[in-house]
C-alpha cells in the first residue's frame, strides 16, 4: 500500500504532463486496467474507460454517491459527446427544473421492477406533468401501439379526450360500488354528443330542487323501451310536450 505524495504540504499538489500531452493513470502498465485520460487540448475531455464490464463507481459505500456541477452552472447527462444523444439536464436555479431531452422521435422510457410505481411529486405537494411548451399532453400504451389514449388538448378551454381503441369502453368506478360522476364545483352537469353539435342533450341542474332536463335536437324524440315509473308518492306533470297517459302511468315524449 506504498504511497506518492505530491505538494509541500502546505499548498495544493500538481501532477501535469510534461508538454502539450496527455496524461493518462492506469494500473499494471495499462494491461486489464481501466484508466483516467485527461486529455490536452482547448476545451479538454476526461475520460474514465472502465475495462470490460467493470463499472465506475460513486460514493464511499457508507453515504450517497454524489455528482455536481463546479460553480452555478446546468449539469448534463448525454452519450457520445452530445452527438445524436438524448439528454437529461439539471438546471441550476432556485425551482430549476430537470430536462429529459429525447433525440429525434426517441422515447423516455421509466421501467419500474415487479410493482414498482414512477412517483410524480415532493410528498408535500400537488405533483405534475405538463407538456414543454404549448404542445398536447398524451397518455397512452405500448407507444400507442393497439392502445387507447388521454389527450389533454393545448388552448384556452382546452378538451380532454378519453379515446378508447377499437371497441374498447370507458370504465367508471372500482367495481365494488356504485360508480359516480360529479361536476367540479356548484355547476350543472351537460350530457352531449359531438361536442354539442346536432345533439340532444341530458342537463343536471345543480341546485336545490334542480332539474332533469332531456333536450332532443330537432325533432328527435325521447324514446322509452318500458314503462317509465314514478314512486307512489310523486305525481307526474304536463309541462310542455311531455304528456301523461291513462295506461299504466307510461309517458310519451315528443308529442
Known sequence: TGKILVGS??????????GAHDITVSTNSGTNSSYITITDAANGNINLVNNGTGEIVIGSGAASGKITSSGAH???LDTNAGTNSGAITITDAAN??????TNGNGNVALTTGGTGEVVVGSGSASGKITSSGAHNLVLDTNAGTASSSITIIDAANGNIQLNTNGTG???IGSGSASAKITSNGAFDMVLDTNLGSNSGSITISDGTNGDITLAC????DIECSSDVKT??????YSKGNCVQTSFHSSLVFGY
Open 169 to 171: 369502453e370507458v370504465q
Open 231 to 236: 314512486s307512489t308518492s310523486k305525481k307526474v
Open 74 to 76: 446546468d449539469l448534463v
Open 217 to 220: 335536437n330537432g325533432t328527435g
Open 9 to 18: 504540504g502546505s499548498a495544493a499538489g500538481v501532477v501535469t504532463s510534461s
Open 96 to 101: 430549476g427544473a430537470i430536462t429529459l431531452a
